[in-house]
């Protein structure tokens, strides 16, 4: 009887290492497949960087080219560097086309994109050998000019949020729907009232329900201004934290543990405040990005057909 008992026991624990190395086979190949299918996708990525900066690279060495050659020549540089210019504001306006047409199969978004920042780029070069000086001297010119540095000034800005804000948003929790920020400070807000009305009526719950309404309900209440909307900084939550945690030492154990949820309020309503600000500022710039492009083209639609008429 105790041989059979030993053996079943011996087999229940094969069976159970058996069914911990299966375990263990099976997360490390999904893990493995995961990194596998991220370094694929960056891998991609990296691909399509590099044909479009070759690609880029290419186009422009070919432009150097016939400019040097027309200048060999004694001819009119400026046609040829003003016409490349011209084609290279329509590629640039075909992302917005393309955005606003989702539904035609017109290739993906992205693709679009690397277009959009590398003809951008190469906008940017031929710009230099099109003007004598950076800024115009006409009205028309100069005007021109400022709405051409502009809006690439604002696409090498945005082309720098697209890579960065991102992993800033990530970095302070899960991100938030633009569309729902007001949503959310209000259920903050609504947390720490619940916490105050939770207090008895002693001293130090009096002491907290002052802090409440001194310092963390006006905190909890207010619209983010617009100075920490372009430039958020944790200074108010910083200076708010180290009051709130000073008070706590001089209190009684319910009171401290009231203190510590509003400490934790108050730091979850900076990270959505810095959420906020973050996409806040994109948005910003997209908007002004397409107004300053559109002004760009029509100047520019303006200046050839001047130029054109003058000289024909």
């Known amino acids: 009887m105790s ?5 079943t026991t011996r ?9 911990r190395g299966l375990g263990w086979a099976t997360a490390t190949s999904a893990k493995a497949l995961d990194r596998l299918g991220m370094r694929t996708v960056w891998t991609q990525r990296q691909r399509r960087r590099w044909v479009s900066l070759a690609s880029t690279v290419l186009i422009a ?4 080219a016939f400019h040097r050659e027309v200048v060999a020549s004694l001819g009119d540089a400026r046609w ?10 329509g590629v640039l306006v075909m992302i917005g086309m393309r955005r606003r047409i989702p539904v035609l199969p017109l ?26 000086v950076l800024v115009g001297d006409g009205w028309l010119e100069g005007t021109l000019s400022v709405a051409f540095l502009a809006t690439s000034l604002s696409g090498f800005y945005g082309l720098y949020a697209s890579r960065t804000v991102p992993r800033r948003i990530s970095r302070v929790g899960e991100e938030i729907r633009f569309d729902q920020y007001g949503w959310h400070r209000s259920q903050l807000h609504d947390a720490a009232t619940r916490v ?15 802090i409440f309404d001194d310092k963390v309900q006006p905190y909890l209440a207010r619209p983010l201004c617009l100075s920490q909307r372009l430039y958020p900084t944790p200074r108010i939550r910083q200076k708010l934290l180290a009051d709130l945690n000073h008070q706590r030492r001089y209190l009684d154990e319910a009171s401290a543990l009231a203190v510590d949820q509003m400490m934790g309020l108050v730091r979850r309503r900076d990270q959505v405040d810095f959420q906020y600000a973050l996409q806040w500022r994109l948005r910003i710039w997209v908007a002004a990005h397409a107004t300053l492009s559109i002004v760009l083209v029509v100047l520019a639609t303006v200046h050839v057909v001047i130029a054109i008429g003058i000289t024909g």
């Open 80 to 89: 040829l560097s003003g016409f490349t210019l011209a084609a290279c504001l």
């Open 61 to 64: 060495l070919v432009y150097a």
């Open 3 to 7: 041989r059979s008992s030993s053996n």
């Open 107 to 132: 290739g993906n978004v992205g693709t679009w994109t690397q277009v959009h920042i590398y003809t951008g780029l190469f906008a940017a070069l031929v710009y230099v050998t099109h003007v004598p």
């Open 196 to 210: 105050i009305s939770e207090l008895g009526d002693g001293d130090a719950a009096r002491i907290v329900k002052r």
């Open 11 to 19: 087999n229940l624990l094969a069976a159970s290492t058996m069914r």
